[in-house]
C-alpha cells in the first residue's frame, strides 16, 4: 500500500512530467510542420532534432549520476528550467530561426526532457514498498501512459496553436505554461527524492548487471524501430502524398500517441508481474509479435491492393497497440531491475539507449523516407525489432538486481 505522503509526492511528479510532455509534444509538432512548411525537405527536418535526441544519450547516462547525487527533485527542476531555456529561444525574430539555432534550442530541449523523465521513473521506485510487483507495474504504467497521452495531446495543440495563432504567438504560449509548471514544483516537491546514501562516483555511470545492459539494448532498438518511420517519414508522407492539412496531420499524430498512451495504462491487464521469469518470456513474445507488423505493412503498401490511407491509418493503430505493450513492460521491468539505493544509475543508464535509440531512428527516418521512401523506413523498422527479440532472449532470471 502506498501511503498517503508517497501519493501527494507522485502527483507533484505526475503533474509536473504532464505539463512538460504537453509542451514539449505541442512544440516537437510546431518545429516538424513549420520547418516543412518553410520548403525544408525531410532529411532537413530530421537533422533539426539531431542534437535533442543526441544530447537525451549524453543527459540520461550523467542525469542518473546526478540526481543519485543531489536528489531528483533539484534534476526535474533543472530539466524545468532548460526547457524555458529552450523556448526562450525560438522567441527570436523569424528571420534569425536559422538551423543551428533551431538545433540549439532544441539540444536544450533534449537535456530538459530527459532529466525530467529520469527523475520521474526514477522516483516511483521510491514510493512503492518492496515485494509489490504487481503494484509497481500498475503505477509505472499509470505514469508512462498518462505522459503520452499528453503528449499526444501536445502533437494536436501543436498543430492546431500553428494553424490558428502562428509560430510565435505559440511558443509564448507553451513558454507560460512550463513557467507554471516549474513553480509548482519549486513550491511542492519534496528536497533529497532520491538522493543516494553514500554519493556515486563517476566510475557508477555504466550498470554493473548483465539484465539491465541487455534491457538497454533491447530498448535501443525497439524506439529506433519505432521512431524510424513515425517520427519524421509518416507526418511528411502525409503531408506530401495524401495531401492532408498541418491540423489533419496534428490531430492523427495526436489521436495516436493518445492512444498508445491509453494502452501502456492497461497493459498491466495483458502482461501480469507474476514473476520476472515470466515477465521475461512476455516482453519476448510481443517483441517478437510487434517485429512482424512493420513487415506486412511493407508488404501490403508494396502490393498495391489496398486503399493506401486506410492501411497506413490501420496498421499505425495495430503497431502502437501492441508497441504500447511493449513499451510498459519494459518500463516496468527497469525500474524492477534497478538498485533502489541510487536507483536513477540503472534507471538514467536505460534512457540513454532510449534516446540513443530515437536519435539512430530519427537520422534514419529523414535519410531512408527520402533516399528509399515509406516502405523501407517500415522494413528497416521490422529488421531492428528481430534484433531486439534476439537481445530480450537473453535475459536471465538468476542476473536480476534488486
Request: hydrophobic fraction near 55%.
Amino acid at each position: 500500500m502506498v501511503n498517503r505522503d508517497a501519493l501527494k509526492q507522485y502527483a507533484v511528479i505526475t503533474g509536473n512530467y504532464w505539463a512538460f510532455t504537453l509542451t514539449d509534444g505541442a512544440l516537437r509538432m510546431l518545429v516538424v510542420l513549420y520547418f516543412h512548411q518553410l520548403g525544408y525537405n525531410a532529411l532537413e527536418v530530421a537533422s533539426l532534432f539531431l542534437f535533442y535526441e543526441l544530447f537525451g544519450v549524453i543527459t540520461n547516462l550523467f542525469g542518473g549520476w546526478l540526481g543519485a547525487r543531489v536528489g531528483l527533485n533539484k534534476t526535474m527542476n533543472l530539466g524545468l528550467v532548460l526547457q524555458i531555456m529552450a523556448l526562450s529561444i525560438l522567441l527570436v525574430p523569424n528571420a534569425w530561426l536559422t538551423v543551428p539555432v533551431v538545433m540549439a534550442a532544441q539540444a536544450l530541449s533534449g537535456i530538459a526532457k530527459d532529466l525530467n523523465k529520469m527523475s520521474a521513473k526514477s522516483a516511483i521506485k521510491l514510493f512503492i514498498p518492496e515485494n509489490q510487483d504487481q503494484s509497481l507495474y500498475r503505477w509505472v504504467a499509470r505514469l508512462t501512459g498518462s505522459k503520452n497521452a499528453l503528449k499526444g495531446v501536445g502533437f494536436f495543440f501543436g498543430g492546431l496553436l500553428l494553424t490558428t495563432v502562428g509560430f510565435t504567438p505559440s511558443i509564448l504560449i507553451l513558454l507560460s505554461l512550463i513557467i507554471l509548471a516549474w513553480i509548482v514544483s519549486l513550491l511542492l516537491l519534496k528536497a533529497e527524492l532520491g538522493k543516494k546514501k553514500n554519493k556515486p562516483k563517476f566510475k557508477e555511470l555504466f550498470s554493473k548487471s548483465h539484465n539491465v545492459n541487455r534491457l538497454s539494448a533491447a530498448r535501443l532498438l525497439l524506439f529506433g524501430a519505432r521512431d524510424v518511420w513515425f517520427v519524421v517519414a509518416i507526418p511528411v508522407y502525409f503531408a506530401e502524398q495524401l495531401h492532408w492539412s498541418y491540423t489533419e496531420v496534428g490531430s492523427f499524430m495526436a489521436a495516436w500517441v493518445i492512444g498508445y498512451g491509453f494502452v501502456q495504462t492497461v497493459a498491466p491487464r495483458f502482461t501480469r508481474a507474476a514473476s520476472i521469469a515470466k515477465s521475461f518470456k512476455d516482453a519476448q513474445i510481443w517483441v517478437g509479435l510487434l517485429a512482424i507488423l512493420p513487415f506486412m505493412l511493407a508488404w501490403a503498401l508494396e502490393l498495391d491492393y489496398f486503399n493506401e490511407s486506410v492501411l497506413l491509418l490501420v496498421g499505425l493503430l495495430i503497431f502502437g497497440a501492441v508497441f504500447a505493450i511493449n513499451s510498459s513492460l519494459h518500463s516496468y521491468l527497469i525500474v524492477k531491475l534497478a538498485d533502489k539505493d541510487g536507483v536513477s544509475l540503472d534507471v538514467g543508464f536505460y534512457y540513454m539507449s532510449n534516446a540513443a535509440g530515437r536519435l539512430l531512428g530519427t537520422i534514419l527516418s529523414g535519410w531512408a523516407y527520402l533516399e528509399f521512401g515509406l516502405e523501407v523506413c517500415l522494413l528497416i523498422s521490422s529488421v531492428m525489432l528481430v534484433g531486439a527479440l534476439i537481445i530480450t532472449l537473453l535475459l536471465r532470471e538468476s542476473k536480476v538486481v534488486t
